[in-house]
């Protein structure tokens, strides 16, 4: 999907914005759908990740869209801001200084792999993030994750250990989806 680059912008301060009220309301912002591009009112799934100094300072997202985009954002920069269970809910000292990344997804594609070893041979580093899903277990590492895993079953089994899935478990047990994001 393209966005415009007002678009982009209003995705940005949409996300500045939950943040804020979130600050003085403890509560997303609330997102008036009137007069929106199409591009922002379809229904789409979302990362926001905020860093600080250049550190991980949150992320949250959706892997399934179930409202519009622009909702979305709103919903998961509040949640990456106070509700992310890896850092205790920001400040407004941080907010001043809050790099804020969004990361529209694609919907997700199931591919049908016979072991872990064919699923590191068909990922593209880079490309794709990955949903892996084993009954009550997911996990997802979106694409931008390759910087620090680049390695195929190195990304793998990492993704394995965040998601609480054991190591030697494979596919069909071992669910496997794709998607690409477009970074706003």
């Not at 071992?174 to 690409?180: K, N």
Request: hydrophobic share 40%; net charge negative.
């Amino acid at each position: 999907m393209h966005f415009t680059p007002q678009d982009r912008t209003l995705l940005h301060q949409t996300a500045q914005s939950s943040i804020s009220h979130g600050l003085r309301y403890r509560r997303p912002l609330p997102v008036t759908l009137d007069d929106l591009s199409e591009s922002l009112m379809v229904q789409r799934s979302c990362f926001v990740t905020l860093k600080l100094a250049g550190e991980l300072r949150g992320c949250i997202g959706s892997i399934e869209a179930n409202r519009p985009l622009i909702e979305d954002v709103s919903e998961n920069a509040f949640a990456a801001a106070f509700h992310d269970q890896r850092f205790d809910p920001l400040t407004a000292e941080e907010y001043e200084n809050i790099g804020i990344s969004l990361s529209i997804l694609t919907e997700a594609v199931h591919l049908h792999v016979a072991s872990t070893r064919e699923l590191a041979d068909k990922l593209r580093p880079y490309v794709d993030g990955v949903i892996l899903e084993s009954e009550d277990r997911r996990g997802v590492f979106l694409p931008q994750v390759w910087q620090a895993l680049p390695d195929p079953e190195a990304f793998i089994q990492q993704l394995k250990r965040k998601a609480g899935i054991p190591d030697n478990l494979q596919p069909p047990a071992l669910r496997v989806s794709l998607f690409e994001v477009e970074t706003v």
